[in-house]
T-cell receptor, first 116, second 117 residues
Framework: DTGVSQDPRHKITKRGQNVTFRCDPI?????LYWYRQTLGQGPEFLTY????????KSRLLSDRFSAERPKGSFSTLEIQRTEQGDSAMYLC??????????????FGPGTRLTVL | GNSVTQMEGPVTLSEEAFLTINCTYT??????LFWYVQYPGEGLQLLLK?????DKGSNKGFEATYRKETTSFHLEKGSVQVSDSAVYFC????????????????FGKGTKLSVIP
């Protein structure tokens, strides 16, 4: 168990460019989550996958954002036509999905996006 | 909707001082409650959790008790160390079966703790 990994750790881009982030969950974890964290705030939920199915999306996820988890393993989060307001830390988490009383989410180190 | 309110930081304490970080929540039913910690330059780590009323979560000398009557989950440690310097986040996960959003974590804004020797 190597934990949740994210790539890249840092991304600097110019406004209007597209960016893509990758998340590799803990192996055999069925659920995968994306959150966004801005400076001085707690993480905010963006979207959630159960295996390859995207089951929930926050209203924060505008149509410029798209997330996929094609084979139920790793996931990608793409932002098209980036805006300065997209600058944030993007966090990925995974959980086992077992039917226990609590399905604890484990977080990756995050990808810090800076839009110039 | 669900919400979590934490005490404003930053909090600065001397080594071996007693720590309390207040956390209250708003949610229907019996959510699960968590404390996560974010050390400088690192990702969020689960510190402790509690899943039902009167449960006490504990880890690394930290404790928090799920108080349904006061909708609180305050974090405490009897004697802090310099290595405890970090940002602490209180979070909740909605009660199972509460419908859409049942798997979303709702976080507080975080409390930055600095411990000085």
């Amino acid at each position: 168990d190597t934990g949740v990994s994210q790539d890249p750790r840092h991304k600097i881009t110019k406004r209007g460019q597209n960016v893509t982030f990758r998340c590799d969950p803990i192996s055999e974890h069925n659920r995968l989550y994306w959150y966004r964290q801005t400076l001085g705030q707690g993480p905010e939920f963006l979207t959630y996958f159960q295996n390859e199915a995207q089951l929930e999306k926050s209203r924060l996820l505008s149509d410029r954002f798209s997330a996929e988890r094609p084979k139920g393993s790793f996931s990608t989060l793409e932002i098209q036509r980036t805006e300065q307001g997209d600058s944030a830390m993007y966090l990925c988490a995974s959980s086992s999905g077992r039917r226990t009383s609590t399905d604890t989410q484990y977080f990756g180190p995050g990808t810090r996006l800076t839009v110039l | 909707g669900n919400s979590v309110t934490q005490m404003e930081g930053p909090v600065t304490l001397s080594e071996e001082a007693f720590l309390t970080i207040n956390c209250t929540y708003t949610a229907t039913g019996y959510p699960s409650l968590f404390w996560y910690v974010q050390y400088p330059g690192e990702g969020l780590q689960l510190l402790l959790k509690a899943t039902k009323a009167d449960d006490k979560g504990s880890n690394k000398g930290f404790e928090a008790t799920y108080r349904k009557e006061t909708t609180s989950f305050h974090l405490e440690k009897g004697s802090v160390q310099v290595s405890d310097s970090a940002v602490y986040f209180c979070a909740l996960s909605p009660a199972k079966g509460s419908g859409a959003g049942s798997y979303q974590l709702t976080f507080g804004k975080g409390t930055k703790l600095s411990v000085i020797p």
